[in-house]
């Protein structure tokens, strides 16, 4: 099992910036990649962004391309989502996951473990 908790999110005006945490722990050495995910109110759960572990491949939805900046630190114990540019749509509960399979997937049913998530809320 791999425990995964999230931390940072909050309140900021459009334009703004927020850095989310995702620390993890347990048996994370057998999960290759860590994604992003959020579900605003009334909406699916729609993918942010993904990295490996390494942080040689990262991949981002394209409403994000440009703003968010996902990073793994050197423990490889945290992952980070760096929004900048923050608009009003992007208000939502933030998750991440970790995924075991040996690719980056965009899915957030081939991702086998999930924080509690994290809320941001942008205002205009």
């Known amino acids: 099992q791999a425990q995964l908790v999230e931390s940072g999110g909050g309140l900021v005006q459009a334009g703004g910036s927020l850095r989310l945490s995702c620390a993890a722990s347990?048996?994370?050495?057998?999960?290759?990649?860590m994604g992003w995910f959020r579900q605003a109110p009334g909406k699916k759960r729609e993918f942010v962004g993904t990295?490996?572990?390494?942080?040689?491949?990262?991949r981002y939805a394209e409403s994000v391309k440009g703003r968010f900046t996902i990073s793994v630190d050197n423990a490889k114990t945290t992952v980070y989502l760096q929004m900048n540019s923050l608009k009003p749509e992007d208000t939502a509960v933030y998750y991440c996951?970790?995924?075991?399979?040996?690719?980056?997937?965009?899915?957030?049913?081939?991702?086998?473990?999930w924080g509690q998530g994290t809320q941001v809320t942008v205002s205009s």
């Open positions: 347990g048996r994370t050495s057998r999960t290759y990649a």
């Open positions: 996951a970790a995924r075991s399979g040996l690719s980056v997937s965009s899915a957030y049913t081939e991702y086998d473990y």
């Open positions: 990295v490996t572990w390494t942080g040689d491949d990262t």
